[in-house]
């Protein structure tokens, strides 16, 4: 059931994870130079600590932890190889991501690149490329 639009406006408790600063609810403009994409949680220490974090569409809703540049490049890279698995239609999105976690040993619950560190994320594009080498499909 979707929350209230009055819930939906307040913002939560977000923590950057390389600064240990609260994070703020922007508008995207802060980080891309005027240009807006919607809101972001971006830390208190922006832009010394280069940490933020896009929200669900329509919600306050953070899409993973904040990470610095290094971070989102990496994670860019692993949804990269991951979507390669499941956009093709031989599977859906969500067994993919069941695949990974298997492949990974990790709970299903807890396989989401929006979570994962730079490390994390390497061992996302080895098991996603495991997938696709193998024809796990």
Same mark, same amino acid.
């Given at each position: 059931?979707?929350?209230?639009?009055?819930?939906?406006?307040?913002?939560? #408790?977000?923590?950057?994870?390389?600064?240990?600063?609260? @994070?703020?609810?922007?508008?995207?403009? !802060?980080?891309?130079? /005027? +240009?807006?994409?919607?809101?972001?949680?971006?830390?208190?220490?922006?832009?010394?600590c280069d940490?933020?974090?896009?929200?669900?569409?329509?919600?306050n809703?953070?899409?993973?932890?904040?990470? #610095?540049?290094?971070t989102?490049?990496a994670?860019?890279? @692993?949804?990269?190889?991951f979507?390669? !698995?499941?956009k093709? /239609? +031989?599977?859906?999105?969500?067994?993919?991501?069941?695949?990974?976690?298997?492949?990974?040993?990790?709970?299903?619950?807890?396989?989401?690149?929006?979570?994962?560190?730079?490390?994390?994320c390497?061992?996302?594009?080895?098991?996603?490329?495991?997938?696709?080498?193998?024809?796990?499909?």
């Open positions: 059931m979707p929350k209230p639009p009055e819930i939906a406006l307040l913002a939560e #408790d977000v923590w950057c994870p390389h600064c240990g600063a609260k @994070a703020e609810l922007r508008d995207s403009s !802060v980080v891309y130079k /005027g +240009r807006s994409f919607g809101l972001l949680y971006v830390c208190q220490n922006y832009p010394k940490s933020y974090v896009g929200v669900h569409k329509g919600t809703r953070p899409k993973g932890t904040l990470a #610095d540049r290094i989102r490049e994670r860019v890279r @692993a949804h990269g190889t979507d390669q !698995v499941w093709n /239609g +031989r599977m859906s999105r969500s067994k993919a991501y069941r695949l990974l976690a298997t492949l990974l040993e990790i709970p299903a619950s807890e396989m989401h690149i929006g979570q994962m560190s730079v490390e994390g390497e061992k996302i594009i080895g098991a996603a490329e495991k997938i696709i080498e193998r024809n796990y499909y």
